[in-house]
């Protein structure tokens, strides 16, 4: 198993909940400290870039040299941008779409050619519930989650005949470190405030393992999140108006 952003948060929780379930962990992130903490004595550590095509091929490679298949795929890494987005120079829009989408893409495409080979796999694609609820103190972290959720279902419907799983995973506010890591901008005080509404990671990974273990489509964490999803679908104009809302009153 090849879990991203595994240093903390969710990634973290994840290789926690599925060593317990006997998984063999590759961990990869910036922080080789926080990966040796969080992966264990016996996981198989990748300190790195994901941007760079040199640490992706790295983890990829090394991998499969220690145990000579990949059945699951985590692609966590991830960062936020508090920035609207008619604001924010095009270089900055581009390094958060690398992060956020393209590293992951790029990663499907090591990994895809030996999951068909073996007939087996699972690609977990950790996107957000701004996926579907735009958060416009967020806008560019939602369009590139957006992506992340259509590259999943396209890559379902392509990878399905080769007996390969893509599950996508909709977190909604979970307790992490997040918007400490953002490449820039600070999130809204109501937003800040807003933390006792969140789940633990440790939850969130708890869903992500059900979710494998019985090939969801979709993972939605927590539950009461689909509220949201609903009331944007049914009520878009209203949704707008009380988000809005909350960018104006910073």
Same mark, same amino acid.
């Given at each position: 198993m090849?879990?991203?952003?595994?240093?903390?948060g969710i990634g973290a929780?994840?290789?926690? /909940?599925?060593?317990?379930?006997?998984?063999r962990?590759?961990l990869?992130?910036r922080?080789?400290a926080?990966?040796r903490?969080?992966g264990?004595?016996?996981a198989l550590v990748t300190a790195?870039?994901?941007t760079?095509?040199a640490?992706r091929e790295?983890v990829?490679?090394?991998?499969l040299?220690?145990f000579?298949?990949?059945d699951v795929?985590i692609?966590?890494?991830?960062?936020g941008?508090?920035?609207?987005?008619?604001a924010?120079?095009v270089?900055?829009?581009?390094?958060?779409f690398?992060?956020?989408?393209f590293?992951?893409?790029?990663?499907v495409?090591?990994?895809?050619?030996?999951?068909r080979g073996?007939r087996?796999?699972?690609?977990?694609n950790?996107?957000?519930?701004?996926?579907?609820v735009t958060?416009?103190w967020?806008?560019l972290y939602?369009?590139?989650?957006?992506a992340?959720?259509?590259?999943s279902?396209?890559?379902r419907?392509e990878?399905a005949k080769?007996g /390969?799983h893509t599950?996508?995973v909709?977190?909604?506010?979970?307790?992490?470190?997040?918007?400490?890591?953002?490449l820039?901008g600070?999130?809204?005080?109501?937003v800040?405030?807003?933390?006792?509404?969140a789940?633990?990671?440790?939850?969130?990974a708890e869903a992500i393992?059900?979710?494998?273990?019985?090939? =969801?489509?979709?993972?939605? =964490?927590?539950?009461?999140?689909?509220? =949201?999803?609903a009331a944007?679908?049914l009520?878009?104009?209203?949704?707008?108006?009380?988000?809005a =809302?909350? /960018?104006?009153k910073?």
């Amino acid at each position: 198993m090849l879990i991203t952003g595994a240093s903390e948060g969710i990634g973290a929780a994840c290789a926690e /909940v599925f060593r317990k379930r006997g998984a063999r962990l590759s961990l990869t992130a910036r922080n080789e400290a926080k990966l040796r903490a969080a992966g264990g004595g016996d996981a198989l550590v990748t300190a790195g870039d994901l941007t760079l095509a040199a640490t992706r091929e790295a983890v990829v490679k090394r991998t499969l040299e220690r145990f000579g298949r990949i059945d699951v795929l985590i692609n966590n890494a991830a960062a936020g941008l508090y920035t609207p987005a008619w604001a924010t120079p095009v270089e900055e829009a581009r390094r958060l779409f690398e992060v956020n989408f393209f590293a992951p893409l790029a990663l499907v495409g090591l990994v895809a050619p030996h999951m068909r080979g073996q007939r087996s796999g699972v690609i977990v694609n950790v996107s957000s519930i701004a996926a579907h609820v735009t958060l416009p103190w967020l806008t560019l972290y939602s369009a590139t989650k957006s992506a992340l959720v259509s590259l999943s279902d396209g890559l379902r419907m392509e990878l399905a005949k080769d007996g /390969v799983h893509t599950m996508t995973v909709l977190p909604g506010y979970v307790r992490t470190n997040f918007q400490q890591h953002a490449l820039g901008g600070e999130a809204p005080p109501r937003v800040t405030r807003s933390k006792r509404f969140a789940i633990s990671p440790e939850k969130c990974a708890e869903a992500i393992a059900r979710g494998v273990e019985r090939d =969801a489509r979709q993972v939605i =964490a927590p539950g009461w999140s689909r509220l =949201a999803v609903a009331a944007q679908r049914l009520f878009p104009g209203l949704m707008e108006r009380q988000l809005a =809302a909350i /960018v104006d009153k910073v």
